[in-house]
């Protein structure tokens, strides 16, 4: 069975202390490794997604690395803006759907 | 603007009865899913949905039911079985469900759902 663990549950960082946020997974077959941002109350904003290991991607503060085994969202230098959760998800190559974590808890103060 | 739109942001229900939740999409995408958020958990699959008139389950479809009869449109209904109905829901599209693609979820805005 497809499962994905975040961690940590919750993390508190001071603006400007850069830090990262884990994902492990088992999947049989890896079809894509996704991650979102959500805000409360609000839907999930697509960040990215990752096709294999060794794979990177960046966006402003955020970069999202791959391995076989996890995934890490390491976050750079952060602002209070960037407080939200983030959630990781998988798909396998023999599912139809996404498997979601329980999402990390970002909160970053002034 | 293109993007996915559900209705209402608040619902309230009482025991008993049945309620309807709204998801449209104007991004031309193929494949629509329909998740539900609890607070510690991730999301959970309710039902999804490859094309047109079809539809499949998901991990928990229990006390839910959806129609597809318009590609833009995928209203889910919350049944009077469904024993612990109060949560988040979240609706979302797809460009498909092709194998051989990775195929990007994009989310609506919510409805929260509140048994009385």
């Known amino acids: 069975e497809d499962q994905v663990t975040q961690s940590p549950e919750a993390l508190r960082l001071q603006e400007g202390e850069s830090s990262s946020l884990n994902c492990s997974y088992t999947?049989?077959?890896?079809?894509?490794l996704f991650w979102y941002r959500q805000d409360p109350g609000k839907g999930p904003e697509f960040l990215f997604t990752?096709?294999?290991a060794g794979e990177e991607k960046e966006k402003e503060r955020l970069k999202a690395t791959l391995t076989k085994k996890e995934s890490f969202l390491h976050i750079t230098a952060p602002k209070p803006e960037d407080s939200a959760t983030y959630l990781c998800a998988v798909r396998s190559e023999y599912g139809n759907k996404l498997v979601f974590g329980a999402g990390t808890i970002l909160r970053v103060k002034s | 603007d293109g993007g996915i739109t559900q209705s209402p942001k608040y619902l309230f229900r009482k025991e008993g009865q049945n309620v309807t939740l709204s998801c449209e999409q104007n991004?031309?995408?193929?494949?629509m899913y329909w998740y539900r958020q609890d607070p510690g958990q991730g999301l959970r699959l309710i039902y999804y949905?490859?094309?047109?008139?079809?539809?499949q389950k998901g991990d928990i479809a229990e006390g839910y039911s959806v129609s597809r009869e318009k590609k833009e449109s995928f209203p889910l209904t919350v049944t009077s079985a469904q024993k612990n109905p109060t949560a988040f829901y979240l609706c979302?599209?797809?460009?498909?469900?092709?194998?051989?693609?990775?195929?990007?979820?994009?989310f609506g805005p919510g409805t929260r759902l509140t048994v009385l």
């Open positions: 990752l096709y294999s």
């Open positions: 949905s490859q094309i047109v008139n079809d539809f």
């Open positions: 991004l031309n995408h193929d494949a």
């Open positions: 999947v049989s077959g890896l079809r894509g």
């Open positions: 979302a599209s797809s460009s498909g469900l092709n194998r051989g693609s990775y195929n990007e979820q994009f």
